[in-house]
C-alpha cells in the first residue's frame, strides 16, 4: 500500500486507517517535536501530490481488509492541507463507509477559504495549536515565512464559524517551553477565541529531532489542564494498541506505520506477540529479521528504545 498505512493505534482515533497523501516531508512547519525529523525545504503551495482517484481505490481496498475500523484518518507526511482535492476524497470516502473520517492538521492554511471549505464533509478535524504568543509560535512551529501567528489563529476562528463537525484542537506541552504559567494563560486565551470542542494535550513521547525537546512534569501536566480547563473541555489521550493481526505482510505493515511516527520497541513486540501467541523465540525472531532488512534502527527515548527509519534524525 502506498497511500494507506496501519491501522494504527491512535491516542485520540482509537483504530485508525491512516490515509498520507503527501510526499516526505512536505511542511510548512519546522516543529521542533516533530516526529519525522526535520523540514528540509518548506511547503506552501497546496497541488495534487497523487491522482486522486489512484489514493481512492487504494482506501477502498484498505477498507474492504479491515472491518473493524473506528476512524479513517487523513494525516499527511508533513502537512495535509497542502493536498489539493483531499476534500473530494472526503466526499467519496464517506460514500463507501459509515466510518467516521478525521483531519489532522497543522492548521497553518486555514487562512484560506478553498482550505476551510475541504474540511466541511469531515467528522471530526485536529488542527494544531502549540502557543499563544508570536514568539513561542515562532519557538515551537517554526513556520514558513509569512504563516505568522495571528495567521494562524485567525483561520482557526474563522474555520470554527463555518464548521459543523468536532473541531479538537491538539496542543503539544513541552517542557521548559510552553508550559509556565504564563504561556499557559496566554494559550487559553487563544482557545477561548477558537471555542473548539475539546482540547487534547499531548505530549512529545516520540524522539524528536531537537534535544530540547523533553516531556513536562506532572505538576506542569495538571497545571496546563487546570488552566485550559476554564475555557475548554481537556483530554489526555491514553494510548491505544497496535493491531498487526490482519497486516498481509507484517514487514511492510512495520515499515508502513513506523515511515509515519516512530514506534516504541515494547509495543512493536506486543503487536507482533499477539500474531504468535505463545511463541516467544517465534516474536524474537521475527524482529530480529526485521531489524536485519536494514530499513530501521533503534534510537533512545526517555530511556525506550523506539524503532524509527533510517535516515529520519
Given at each position: ?76 507526511s508533513g502537512e495535509t492541507m497542502l493536498y489539493k ?47 499563544g504568543s508570536e514568539a513561542l509560535h515562532t519557538q ?138 505463545g511463541e516467544k523465540d517465534k516474536v524474537s525472531a ?28
Amino acid at each position: 500500500m502506498k497511500y494507506t498505512f496501519g491501522p494504527v493505534s491512535s491516542k485520540r482515533l482509537g483504530q485508525s486507517l491512516g490515509v498520507d497523501l503527501l510526499p516526505p516531508k512536505s511542511c510548512s512547519w519546522n516543529c521542533v517535536y516533530c516526529q519525522l525529523g526535520k523540514t528540509r525545504k518548506f511547503v506552501t503551495d497546496r497541488q495534487e501530490f497523487f491522482p486522486r482517484e489512484e489514493v481512492l481505490d487504494e482506501i477502498r481496498q484498505a477498507i474492504a481488509a479491515n472491518s473493524a475500523l473506528d476512524w479513517i484518518t487523513f494525516v499527511g507526511s508533513g502537512e495535509t492541507m497542502l493536498y489539493k482535492g483531499i476534500g473530494w476524497l472526503i466526499g467519496e470516502v464517506k460514500k463507501l463507509t459509515i466510518t467516521p473520517v478525521a483531519v489532522i492538521t497543522n492548521g497553518s492554511l486555514f487562512y484560506l477559504p478553498e482550505v476551510r471549505e475541504e474540511l466541511l464533509a469531515a467528522d471530526a478535524v485536529l488542527p494544531s495549536l502549540n502557543a499563544g504568543s508570536e514568539a513561542l509560535h515562532t519557538q515551537i512551529d517554526r513556520p514558513a515565512p509569512g504563516l505568522t501567528f495571528r495567521r494562524h489563529v485567525d483561520g482557526l476562528v474563522a474555520f470554527r464559524r463555518e464548521y459543523k463537525g468536532r473541531l479538537w484542537i491538539e496542543v503539544m506541552l513541552l517542557g521548559g517551553i510552553n508550559d509556565s504559567d504564563e504561556a499557559l494563560h496566554e494559550l487559553a486565551s487563544v482557545i477561548k477565541e477558537i471555542n473548539p470542542d475539546m482540547v487534547h494535550l499531548v505530549l512529545p513521547t516520540r524522539p524528536a529531532p531537537e534535544q530540547e525537546v523533553r516531556l513536562p512534569s506532572e505538576e506542569r501536566i495538571e497545571q496546563a489542564i487546570a488552566i485550559l480547563s476554564t475555557v475548554a473541555t481537556v483530554i489526555h489521550p491514553v494510548k491505544g494498541t497496535m493491531d498487526l493481526r490482519s497486516a498481509p505482510d507484517m514487514l511492510e505493515a512495520v515499515t508502513a506505520i513506523v515511515s509515519r511516527h516512530p514506534v516504541q520497541q515494547l509495543e512493536l513486540q506486543k503487536a507482533i506477540a499477539d500474531c504468535f501467541p505463545g511463541e516467544k523465540d517465534k516474536v524474537s525472531a521475527v524482529m530480529q529479521d526485521m531489524l536485519a532488512t536494514g530499513r530501521f534502527k533503534l534510537v533512545d527515548h526517555d530511556g525506550e528504545p523506539y524503532w524509527v527509519l533510517k535516515g529520519i534524525f
